[in-house]
């Protein structure tokens, strides 16, 4: 026989919801009822209309009754009783409290969803907006931020006007015909995180003299249309949004120009578009050539060219870091020649 048989009254303290002090009072459970008295009342209550707020630690294990009062019953000295009651029925939270295994599973889902928010919903929210934003507020709003980044990491340029002129006609020829683009701008700088091209938000492509001096003229054209894929795309708006939305950015919606352009210099200089960024302004500057009946050997050529740039060591460039590597490159280039020949 069993000495240890559970009590058939616990002890609680009732709360009719009104006044602050409670009743203290013996709970008697049966025929899934709890019945316990108030004076010479006997209340009768139904266990299915009960309802336990979720309750974790040392807090008291509180029953709320229909009417709006409470019971609270000592969670040390009541739990194995009420549970032998089947006066509990424990919610999913108190649940995995006592299942590490679920804890750690539910844990994990999260991440997961915060990851896929972060990984997948953020960059299509920032795209969305990107786009449903007209280009023309982009610019207007972004207009401070060459000349910001004039003091931060830009020095003005040493090329030759004949030179600057010649890049500017290169940039004409690209853009005719190209609705979306006509606002593309040249900026010239020199730097000081050497050969690097930028396309900014407001459309206006930064070619250093660092990469201009490491590249031969002719094969300009194809860097030119890999920027303006990336104004084209909207990509540094969109990351910009991105940012934003997780709160590095705050700035960007509070108009702290100089908070936004401090952290954008970081960015072109720290940060890199991923690379699915780079293969859309790949691809774009592709079928651009294609479209315009330009010769893909000049995007070959770049990228041979900035591959042996990337291997003689000036790594400090983000423009060759966050680039695919030539290789990659040129197998898209070779793939698209051959569509094109195969027609
Ligand atoms: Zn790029």
Known sequence: MSSTQPPTTLQATYFNGQVLKGTPV???????????FLGDTKHAIALRSVKRSESFGNAPIVFELPDGATLEFDRESSRNT??????????????????????LLISLVSIAFAAGLYGQGLPLIGKWIAFATPQSKVSKFMEDVLPQLDGVIFQPSN?????????QRQLKSLIANQAGLSHVKLAFRSS???????????????????????????????????????????????????????????????????????????????????????READLFAIELFVKQGRDLAALELLHEKLGSLDQSGSRNASYLDSHPGADER??????????????
């Open 192 to 278: 000081k995180i050497g050969p690097n091209a930028f396309a900014l938000p407001d459309g206006t492509i930064v070619l250093t003299d660092e990469l201009l001096n490491s590249l031969p003229a002719e094969i300009i054209p194809g860097v030119l249309a890999h920027e303006l894929g990336h104004v084209e795309l909207r990509h540094m708006t969109r990351r910009l949004l991105q940012n934003a939305m997780v709160g590095t950015l705050i700035a960007t919606f509070s108009r702290d120009i100089s908070i936004l352009v401090s952290t954008l210099g970081t960015q072109l200089v720290a940060q890199h578009y991923s690379r699915e960024f780079e």
């Open 330 to 343: 040129l197998q898209l280039i070779r793939e698209k020649q051959q569509n094109k020949e195969a027609r």
């Open 82 to 103: 009420l549970k032998f009651w089947n006066a509990l029925s424990p919610s999913w939270f108190e649940k995995v409290q006592y299942h590490p295994t679920q804890w």
């Open 26 to 36: 013996n709970v008697h459970c049966g025929a899934g009822q709890l019945v316990f």
């Open 159 to 167: 090329l030759g006007d004949q030179a600057k002129a010649t890049h």
